[in-house]
């Protein structure tokens, strides 16, 4: 099925044409910057994956495919609201001003990447680190949408999540609450159509995942997720109306993933792949540049030197990231336990001394 003849708010076309007025917001210059950032973040994607395979890197979730996603996500929140990813938001993360440095750390296996203490002249982010479980990070953002309406800042928060997500408990009452309580949140679901190995149409038989929001009493809409106008445009008006008190609202972005879930699958075993060649056609990257180079914003030639310097932009994080300090091994203990139990002291000291005798003697 093609995904992309069902009902959604586009802006723009695959073929890089423009199908519906652009919003007043849309100037040229901003949309610039989301193609750029969009060519930082694939250069970084690829990078990653080749770090993966070299080890250097642990499990790696690949956001090939959904730029327009994290790019449009990132850009829509403003610094006072608060951000509650799931683990393949680098993109929107890296927008919000966080180093991609850190974005290795984590999957890297240093939990250091999830400390987004503020550098030198930078306000301190309240987002949270990313969320690996599916759909409890919506638990978590009704909290914080919570707190938010509570203080009466007129704050937002934003909260996303898979396709596969939607079908979790987590993510029903979480909406659910959002409607009942009022409260100044917006869900983004990027429906990527594979939820690992279970497409789509086997885990939910609704027609759209936003229909999903009738129930829950709030308005809901799908995006074509390919177009990042589209999606900073329904992100930005979401979250508008939930900073003047008018509630929550669910965003589907209907994307597809283009990548492996993880570079620990292979999606050869269950993807057919026709409609993996089907879906590069309406991939987000080339469809803004298509956009662009058609109104004379943009060329080959700062196409060719922007991808340069998106790819020394990612070699100077890595570099960072390469260089730091190992995690002390004890502190998988060290932060798990306010007060570290008895019977685990012993593990911790066999650790501690295993790493010195590696270190010839020297340790942390």
């Known amino acids: 099925m093609n995904v992309q003849a069902l009902p959604m708010r586009r ?4 073929a890089g044409e423009l199908v519906a007025p652009l919003p007043s917001w849309a100037d040229i210059p901003l949309l610039t910057q989301f193609y750029r950032d969009m060519l930082v973040t694939r250069a970084y994607d690829n990078k990653a994956v ?12 690949s956001h090939l495919g959904s730029e327009a996603f994290g790019v449009a996500v990132g850009h829509a929140l403003l610094p006072s609201d608060v951000f509650i990813p799931y683990y393949r938001d680098m993109p ?3 927008v919000r001003g966080i180093g ?24 301190r982010n309240h987002d949270l680190p990313f969320c690996v479980p599916i759909a409890t990070q919506c638990t978590h953002a009704v909290g914080v949408a919570s707190a938010l309406k509570i203080a009466g800042d007129h704050h937002a928060a934003l909260v996303t999540c898979g396709d ?7 993510f029903l009452e979480s909406i659910n609450c959002a409607g009942v309580w009022h409260l100044p949140l917006v869900f983004v679901v990027n429906n990527n159509q594979w939820a690992i190995s279970v497409p789509r149409h086997l885990q939910c038989a609704a027609g759209q995942l936003s229909d999903k929001a009738i129930g829950a009493g709030i308005p809901g809409i799908t995006v074509d997720g390919n177009d990042v106008i589209a999606v900073y445009d329904a992100v930005k ?8 008190g008018k509630g929550a609202t669910l965003i589907e972005a209907v994307s597809y993933r283009l ?24 991939e987000p990257v080339k469809r803004l540049k298509t956009f662009l180079l058609a109104q004379g914003a943009w060329n080959e030639e700062e196409d060719a030197a922007w991808l340069e310097e998106s790819k020394a932009i990612v070699e100077q994080a890595v570099e960072r990231y390469l260089s730091l300090t190992p995690q002390a091994p004890e502190s998988a203990f060290d932060y798990l336990y306010e007060s570290l139990p008895t019977e685990l002291t012993a593990q911790r000291d066999q650790l501690i001394n295993k790493a010195m005798r590696m270190q010839g003697g020297k340790h942390g």
């Open 11 to 14: 802006f723009i076309d695959h």
């Open 164 to 170: 596969g997500a939607t079908s979790k408990g987590d």
């Open 259 to 282: 990548s492996d879930h993880t570079t620990a699958d292979d999606a050869s075993r269950y993807r057919n792949a026709d409609d993996l060649q089907q879906a590069w056609q309406y």
């Open 50 to 61: 080749a770090l993966q395979r070299t080890g250097k890197l642990g499990t790696y979730p």
């Open 237 to 244: 008006t979401a979250l508008d109306r939930a900073r003047k």
């Open 92 to 94: 929107a993360m890296w």
């Open 100 to 123: 991609m440095e850190k974005n290795l750390q984590y999957w890297g296996g240093d939990e250091r990447g999830s400390d987004y203490a503020p550098t030198e002249g930078q306000l």
